[in-house]
């Protein structure tokens, strides 16, 4: 089947005849966070279908928005990641992002959720006027998923994995995890019932709470 185009000159027409067909989003929202594997990618985006994945990540190979690269062992895999064109894609997602959190109910029976979906959703919790001056790393060890987000001079990173020397360690299941973000459980009373675990001192703890917006 050919690839569809609005056949509209027009920016806009034309950024959605690349990045507009279903799940495409998804995909780049996947390697926003870091490249992955073709099975990393069809696991964390259910339903897809194999077939479907290939044809999205061929469509993005050859608007040379994503690329492939080889991990030596002991990796020993090929994983896609986003090129520089599109990495251009991630304030577009973050803003949308925003947008959605706007009308962002309870989740739905059925729903799909991963921590690691949250590595971006920081960008649009944080709160850069309360971290000016501020030079902390913290680690989230979320289910069997680790996740970091750093701030230093006003300005969010984040990543998978790990980070070194982080001044705050969170460690929650994902329940109690997507509880807090959704704020029906504030992190202190989390804490309290024995729910989330925390390495590093409370000053941390506050400065946390209080750039990505959660009420302690």
Same mark, same amino acid.
């Given at each position: 089947?050919?690839?569809?185009?609005?056949?509209?000159?027009?920016?806009?027409?034309?950024?959605?005849?690349?990045?507009?067909?279903? =799940?495409?989003?998804?995909?780049? @929202?996947?390697?926003?966070?870091?490249?992955?594997?073709?099975?990393?990618?069809?696991?964390?985006?259910?339903?897809?279908?194999?077939?479907?994945?290939? &044809?999205?990540?061929?469509?993005?190979? &050859?608007?040379?928005?994503?690329?492939?690269? =080889?991990?030596? #062992?002991?990796?020993?895999?090929? +994983?896609?990641?986003?090129?520089?064109?599109?990495?251009?894609?991630? #304030?577009?997602?973050?803003?949308?992002?925003? =947008?959605?959190?706007?009308?962002?109910?309870? #989740?739905?029976?059925?729903?799909?959720?991963?921590?690691?979906?949250?590595?971006?959703?920081?960008?649009?919790?944080?709160?850069?006027?309360?971290?000016?001056?501020?030079?902390?790393?913290?680690?989230? @060890?979320?289910?069997?998923?680790?996740?970091?987000?750093?701030?230093?001079?006003?300005?969010?990173?984040?990543?998978?994995?790990?980070?070194?020397?982080?001044?705050?360690?969170?460690?929650?299941? &994902?329940?109690?995890?997507?509880?807090?973000?959704?704020? @029906? +459980?504030?992190?202190?009373?989390?804490?309290?019932?024995?729910?989330? @675990?925390?390495?590093?001192?409370?000053?941390?703890?506050?400065?946390? &709470?209080?750039?990505?917006?959660?009420?302690?």
């Amino acid at each position: 089947m050919s690839k569809r185009s609005y056949h509209q000159y027009c920016s806009i027409a034309h950024a959605l005849d690349i990045v507009g067909e279903r =799940w495409t989003l998804l995909i780049i @929202r996947e390697l926003l966070i870091g490249p992955k594997r073709f099975t990393d990618i069809l696991n964390n985006l259910p339903g897809i279908g194999t077939n479907l994945i290939t &044809s999205r990540l061929k469509d993005l190979e &050859s608007e040379g928005v994503i690329g492939r690269r =080889w991990l030596p #062992p002991p990796a020993g895999s090929t +994983v896609y990641e986003l090129t520089e064109k599109g990495r251009g894609l991630e #304030p577009v997602i973050i803003e949308l992002g925003k =947008w959605g959190s706007l009308s962002h109910a309870l #989740p739905n029976t059925g729903d799909q959720f991963r921590p690691g979906w949250s590595v971006l959703a920081m960008h649009f919790a944080f709160r850069p006027d309360l971290a000016v001056g501020l030079s902390e790393r913290y680690e989230f @060890r979320i289910g069997d998923e680790i996740f970091h987000a750093s701030v230093e001079g006003g300005e969010l990173k984040t990543g998978q994995g790990p980070v070194d020397g982080p001044d705050l360690v969170i460690t929650a299941d &994902s329940y109690t995890y997507s509880a807090i973000a959704m704020q @029906r +459980v504030t992190l202190m009373e989390a804490i309290d019932a024995g729910n989330v @675990r925390y390495q590093g001192d409370e000053g941390a703890l506050r400065h946390c &709470s209080e750039v990505f917006g959660l009420p302690v």
